[in-house]
């Protein structure tokens, strides 16, 4: 999926087997601009964490990418706890900091919450508090705590979610498998 905003800006969405290793690097060295762990770092942490059907929308503005998401396609159990589905993990959305406070992320998140519609789930993600506004001024709802539990990881992030209608069942997500 492709959307050119004007001759300045292209979102893109690209699945992980479709990237190229240049690409690679830049989403790594974008990352490492906001969590600085270090590129080779970067680099270990997306080869050991992103699978092959993983999706990459990427933000480009004269040709250089100043906005990341990725949305990784992931499984959970629902309700009665039986009923396994997928879902979209919502992980790691960054514009670059001289891009910042211009609109932009919200331009990234429209775009997102289009791919997640496309690929027809829902999407979870955890965020701080001072994001939770941002979220939910881009259509996300808020899961109250009681609602979700993650079972491969400690957190005690705020859990929200876009594209599903029913909240009323117990979700139990898994973020690596």
């Known amino acids: ?32 601009k906001q969590w600085k762990f270090g590129i080779k770092s970067q680099i270990k942490w997306f080869e ?28 959970c159990l629902i309700g009665n706890l039986n009923k396994k589905d ?4 919502f992980d790691t959305m960054v514009i670059d900091k001289s891009y910042r406070k211009k609109k932009l ?22 965020c701080k508090d001072e994001l939770v506004n941002f979220y939910f001024k881009n259509k996300w709802k808020i899961l109250h ?9 400690l957190h005690s992030l705020n859990g929200m979610i876009y594209n599903k209608l029913h909240l009323d069942k117990k ?7």
């Not at 997928?86 to 993990?89: D, P, S």
């Open 105 to 126: 992320s919200n331009l990234l998140m429209d775009f997102n919450n289009k791919v997640i519609k496309k690929l027809g789930f829902f999407s979870f993600l955890i």
């Open 48 to 75: 050991d964490n992103v699978k092959k059907n993983d999706y990459h929308n990427l933000f480009y503005v004269k040709s250089k990418l100043v906005g990341y998401t990725l949305l990784r396609k992931r499984t």
């Open 1 to 32: 999926m492709k959307k050119l905003i004007d001759d300045k800006i292209i979102l893109r969405s690209i699945i992980t087997k479709k990237l190229s290793k240049k690409e690679i690097k830049k989403i790594c060295s974008l990352k490492d």
């Open 86 to 89: 997928k879902y979209i993990l």
């Open 171 to 177: 979700i139990v997500f898994y973020t690596n498998s």
């Open 145 to 153: 705590k009681k609602k979700f539990f993650i079972a491969d990881k």
